[in-house]
């Protein structure tokens, strides 16, 4: 053990400092991520101080806070990235399928799934890898594979400590921790320079620029790294205000919600980037310079989980929303308000109806004789309303910690250089409620490992609460509604 009672080698421990050290090094990259950064700080102590509150007074989580993406290009490399974020704690949770969008790309969420390594740090990568079945020139097909073949993603000596950490942890040192995060972050880093000359990248942006962006660079460049906030709205205007080249919309549920379901999320658009092209024989020196575009700034606003009924209800509202907007010519933003006064927003109506899940909890100072004075006898099955209205128990709404599949893809396409089906395309979100979940088996067993649906994740822990609430009021069960 290291560093007093806690080790080095502590997956939630190992998860934070490596966050930490990646945002600094993103933050170097992207100065507009600073930027972002500084924004959201300023926006929560507002909000906050409306409250009579400080940063401080913010969970630990929320401000250590990120979600990152990276595309990568090779089986192997999905398999390796996922041991790493395993020594991390972080685990594949939910499918998403991107090819619906024209994206040859499928991929998850490597996150903790704990409630305890959540609230410690739920960092969470969104991670694709490139398909190249779905590349459709055979000969673009056969260079990108051939060039990714020579990629080599994962140092000698990463490779060696995550080989030890998946064996003992305990031989392992703080030193080894330190560095395990420095050859990770390599992964991670952007390199302004190609692998490929100038004709390649063009031939391969050609046929898709996520192709180009993966096949084309030395490491899987991180594209963003997310911040989260307590009013997007409020950051949205602010990095309009400060001249930063912010997404005209914003993603996800209507504004002014007093209960805040799923998530929000907004961005300023990639940056273009200088990059040296290599020559024919892989030499920079003799290369030609151009630009390349992959890499931009999000912040999101999270609420809470909802259940498959809840999930449903949103899907059919935003569909109908814009379905409505395309053929009124309407704004969409003022249609999806309209459309979601039918998504309840009273926690009391939301748990009611099962839209929303929750965790509960027995106060302290509950015990037996409290359950004697309502009249409930020990080890008999209650309703769990009445213990709420008794105030035996308490209940807070589950934070949603993924993705969802046209969040995800909007907001990538709205980062590609314009092509047909891009923001505003109703056919193509329409499409991607109906995701294909054909690739699921194929990834899991990449994988070697079932990737869960992130519903049941969130079904489990609303149970796991109510049993707890029932062991320590000594029932036999609490029934939910």
């Known amino acids: 053990m290291q560093n007093g009672t806690t080790s080095s080698w502590d997956a939630d421990l190992l998860r934070s400092r490596f966050v930490r050290a990646l945002s600094d090094m993103y933050r170097n990259e992207v100065p507009l991520y600073g930027q972002l950064v500084d924004i959201v700080q300023g926006v929560d102590r507002s909000v906050l101080a409306s409250r009579g509150q400080s940063l401080d007074d913010l969970p630990k989580r929320h401000q250590l806070e990120r979600h990152g993406a990276i595309r990568l290009g090779t089986q192997h490399e999905m398999r390796m990235i996922s041991r790493l974020f395993g020594i991390m704690g972080m685990h594949p949770v939910g499918y998403y399928d991107l090819k619906i969008v024209g994206f040859p790309l499928h991929g998850t969420a490597f996150r903790p799934t704990s409630e305890e390594s959540l609230r410690r740090n739920p960092f969470r990568v969104f991670t694709t890898v490139l398909r190249p079945d779905l590349i459709s020139s055979p000969s673009v097909r056969k260079k990108a594979t051939e060039i990714l073949s020579r990629r080599t993603l994962f140092s000698p000596r990463l490779c060696e400590l995550m080989d030890a950490a998946e064996k003992d942890r305990s031989i392992l040192t703080a030193s080894d921790a330190d560095e395990l995060i420095a050859e990770a972050l390599k992964i991670f880093k952007w390199h302004s320079r190609s692998t490929v000359p100038y004709e390649t990248y063009l031939s391969l942006e050609q046929e898709h620029p996520m192709v180009a962006d993966i096949v084309c660079f030395p490491s899987a460049h991180i594209n963003h790294l997310t911040p989260r906030t307590l009013d997007i709205d409020a950051v949205q205007a602010e990095m309009i205000a400060q001249g930063l080249p912010a997404k005209e919309t914003i993603e996800g549920p209507p504004a002014g919600r007093k209960c805040e379901i799923l998530l929000r999320q907004t961005s300023f658009k990639a940056l273009e980037e200088r990059v040296t092209f290599s020559d024919e024989q892989g030499s920079p020196a003799g290369g030609k310079n151009g630009t390349h575009t992959a890499r931009f700034g999000e912040v999101e606003q999270r609420g809470a989980a909802v259940t ?74 209650v309703h769990m309303e009445q213990l709420l209205q008794a105030g035996l ?35 193509t979100r329409r499409k991607l409620q109906e995701v294909e979940n054909s690739g699921r088996d194929e990834l899991q067993r990449l994988l070697g490992s079932e990737i869960p649906s992130e519903i049941d994740l969130y079904k489990e822990l609303q149970s796991a609460s109510v049993r707890e609430c029932a062991t320590l009021l000594g029932l036999k069960e609490v029934l939910l509604a």
């Open 308 to 381: 498959r009924k809840g999930r449903e209800l949103y899907d059919r509202l935003l569909t109908s929303a814009i379905t409505l907007a395309e053929r009124e010519g309407r704004v969409l933003s003022e249609v999806l308000a309209e459309a979601f006064r039918e998504y309840p927003d009273d926690w009391d109506e939301l748990r009611k109806q099962n839209l929303v899940y929750f965790r509960y909890r027995v106060p302290q100072g509950v015990t037996q004789k409290s359950l004697d004075a309502i009249g409930v006898a020990k080890e008999s099955s």
């Open 393 to 427: 128990v308490e209940c807070e709404a589950i934070t949603y910690e993924d993705f969802l599949p046209f969040s995800a893809a909007g907001i990538f396409t709205s980062n590609l250089k314009e092509e047909p089906g891009s923001e505003g395309n109703g056919t």
